[in-house]
């Protein structure tokens, strides 16, 4: 190995051309997976005002956005509901004419090749805003998996490519896999939510899916931002139990994790760049004090080389838009 003067690292950054060449990380249209927020009611776009540039739709408008997001090839969305009620059980989340389920079931028949992931939680269906069944202020762990299977089923049977459990309920994986082989639905892959933290970073989303809890916290079930030895083992334990691609949420404070996960098990992995990430982008960008383009385009570079196969964020029409503009 050579050494200066005979070795100038700067000779291979002279050009743009020849950065090209030399560049490790490539971000592509193909990693991205668009957040999408479905409500019940007509021709509703609601501004999430923490979110700058996300809506709640009606299902008849989230059509039309489902149709940009087509056309600008991102291949997949996540998508999330918010009921028009919300009760103890979080029966929302599992009914045949839920709002996931009828989203779901618009998407598929207009875009059949928009790849669907649904988000199989309760808190957005539950009147107290907790992820499974409680007693007192306890959330209960098994008797919750059968509600986690009987959604994801029902997420299934509606037309789903995918599903998402982000509850981190011990067993979910399991459970939903025997539910879904036991009704045919064997090819169907599971995304698991399985390190996923106890973060701040949640907020804004809150807003936008209305599932703030009523007390407490999450901290019994999502895992505290300190530990990654346990983020292994929850994956492990996700992969034991028959998932197909595993995440690490949030994504940004958590980039030696994803570089851990993707090294350990090999496994396709998915980063969630989530909402307090977006909209402290979107704030300071707004304020003129980065420049948003570029910025966003070093956050996701950064994600993927970290270890990540794949994003989940809200920037991906934006970010669709620039690589074009690229080409
Ligand atoms: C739970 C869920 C949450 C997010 C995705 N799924 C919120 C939470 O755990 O409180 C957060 C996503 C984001 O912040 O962008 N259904």
Redesign the pocket.
């Known amino acids: 190995m050579s050494t200066f003067p005979t070795l100038r690292m700067r000779r291979l950054r002279e050009t743009e051309v020849m950065r090209r060449m030399v560049r490790e990380t490539n971000l592509a249209v193909d990693d991205l997976i668009y ?1 999408l927020f479905a409500i019940y009611g007509q021709d509703v776009k609601n501004p999430v005002p923490s979110m700058p540039g996300v809506y709640q739709f009606s299902v008849d408008r989230l059509l039309e956005e489902a149709q940009e997001i087509n056309s600008l090839g991102i291949p997949a969305v996540l998508l ?1 509901g918010i009921p028009d009620h919300k009760d103890e059980a979080g029966s929302g989340a599992y009914a045949p004419e839920g709002i996931v389920q009828q989203a779901v079931r618009a998407i598929k028949k207009e875009y059949p090749h928009l790849l669907v992931i649904t ?1 199989v ?1 309760l ?2 269906y539950t009147s107290h805003g907790h ?1 499974g069944v409680l007693d007192g202020g306890r959330i209960l762990n098994d008797p919750t998996l059968e509600f986690l299977a009987k959604t994801a089923l029902s997420h299934a049977v509606a037309g789903a490519d995918m599903v998402a459990p ?2 981190m309920m011990d067993g979910r994986v399991q459970a939903i896999r025997e539910k879904l082989d036991a009704h045919g639905f064997t090819n169907l892959p599971v995304m698991a ?1 399985s390190a ?1 933290y106890a ?1 701040a ?6 807003d ?2 209305g ?1 703030t809890p009523q007390f407490g916290d ?1 901290r019994s079930h ?1 895992m505290d931002p300190a530990n990654s030895e346990e983020a292994l083992r929850e994956v492990e334990l996700d992969i034991l139990e028959g998932a197909d691609l595993v995440m690490v ?2 994504a940004l404070a958590y980039l030696d994790v994803i570089r851990r996960v993707k090294e350990e098990f090999r496994y396709p992995v998915a980063a ?1 760049n ?3 990430e ?1 909209s402290m982008v979107k704030a300071a960008a707004a304020n003129g004090w980065v420049e948003e383009k570029r910025i966003v385009m070093e956050i996701l570079t950064g994600i993927k080389r970290a270890g990540a196969d794949m994003i989940i964020t ?1 920037h991906a029409k934006d970010v669709a838009r620039w690589l074009k503009e690229q080409d």
């Open positions: 957040p999330f988000d939680c808190c957005e992820c982000s509850d939510y996923k973060s970073f949640y907020g804004p989303f809150r936008a899916a599932s999450r999502q949420k949030p969630y989530v909402s307090g977006y809200y």
